[in-house]
């Protein structure tokens, strides 16, 4: 069984966290909450612990972890040839939920990149992951603490849904708070490259870096070759249960009406489009389309809480490409497998 230890997430008490992190310590690895998703992390430095996230995870070995770190000390231990930019940067986005993919320094083994020369680096605005990387006194490699191709866990239990049993511990510091994972830029390209959509919006990183390449995949255009970073190569963040997306939110309702008149669906949908909805359809509510953060903060609890329905598939609505809009859809469209309805022609082939 794995244990669980709930903790303060404003104010966490240093004696739980150092449980935790004395298994860091020996090599092992541990769950905890950051402010975008729950982590499953070890010793970044630990090729052994890299491998140990992975078996946990299903993951493939070739999709990189992310290096969590507490300071810009550890900046200095786990990458190198870092852009003035980039450490002009971080001191204003530091702590918080930005990733950026450097050069990395002999200090991290290739286990732990995906065999790349390149390192995901990010520091956590949650005093939880901070402490515990701190009582480690490593810097934790970790993705979200998930089986593989599974919704993110935003919660303690979704971590214990999928992990009870694979891993020694699980720090509950309660829901987190953006409910998506964090913001990939790739600095060792020119112009800088957008690799995963994330809380920090893509028009806050222009106003810093000016030009950034957005590759057309993140919509879904064609795949990458190879994973820089995660979320990028392979299937992601679905449910079980098969999910299409309405692109085109003027025909959601009739496309809805149109294939629940011959399937058992649930919708997933806003608070908006959910009173509109024929009383008889299931429907998972994600939050108000004048909040787009509560949109992203319910995403993958509603995917997770599709499963639980007696339905055979969801239908899910689109949202607007702007903002962290832009993180909400390209983990739906990941999530659907990008199937997506443009039409009601397109509509009718999940009808019969």
């Known amino acids: 069984m794995t244990e669980v230890i709930k903790v303060d997430p404003v104010n966490p008490e240093a004696e739980k966290i150092r449980k935790a992190a004395d298994l860091v310590k020996k090599g092992e690895i541990v769950a905890f909450p950051t402010e975008t998703v729950y ?5 970044a430095y630990n090729a052994e612990a890299a491998r140990k996230v992975f078996q946990a995870k299903n993951r493939p ?12 000390e550890q900046l200095l231990d786990v990458a190198k040839e870092i852009p003035d930019k ?3 940067i971080t001191q204003i986005v530091w702590p918080g939920p930005l990733t950026f993919i450097l050069k990395k320094t002999d200090s991290i083994p290739k286990e732990t990149t995906g065999g790349l020369d390149t390192v995901a680096v990010r520091m956590p605005a949650h005093p939880v992951a901070l402490m515990l990387i ?7 490699a970790a993705p979200s603490a998930n089986t593989a191709t599974k919704p993110s866990p935003t919660t303690a239990e979704h971590v214990k849904q999928d992990m009870d049993g694979r891993i020694p511990m699980i720090v509950d510091g309660g829901e987190t708070f953006f409910g998506v994972e964090s ?6 390209v020119s112009p800088p490259a957008l690799l995963r959509p994330g809380p920090f919006t893509l028009e806050e990183l222009e106003k810093l870096l000016g030009e950034i390449y957005v590759p057309p995949q993140l919509k879904g255009i064609g795949e990458f070759d190879k994973a820089l970073a995660p979320g990028m190569k392979y299937k992601h963040y679905a449910p079980s249960k098969k999910m299409v997306m309405v692109e085109d939110n003027s025909i959601f309702l009739d496309a809805v009406k149109m294939i629940s008149s011959k399937r058992k669906i649930a919708v997933l949908c806003s608070k908006e489009v959910e009173v509109k909805v024929p009383p008889q359809i299931p429907r998972i509510v994600l939050g108000s389309e004048e909040n787009l953060y509560e949109i992203a903060r319910n995403l993958f609890s509603a995917f997770r809480k599709l499963d639980t329905l007696d339905v055979e598939m969801g239908v899910i609505q ?4 702007k903002g962290i809009g832009m993180a909400i859809m390209n983990r739906a469209r990941k999530a659907c497998g990008f199937s997506s309805i443009r039409n009601l022609k397109e509509a009718e082939q999940y009808a019969l």
């Open 39 to 43: 982590g499953l992390g070890g010793d």
């Open 183 to 188: 913001t990939i830029i790739n600095m060792t």
């Open 318 to 321: 689109s949202f607007p490409e």
């Open 61 to 72: 070995m070739d999709n990189p972890l992310i290096v969590h770190i507490a300071d810009h």
């Open 134 to 140: 701190r009582e480690s006194g490593v810097p934790i």
């Open 86 to 88: 980039v450490m002009e």
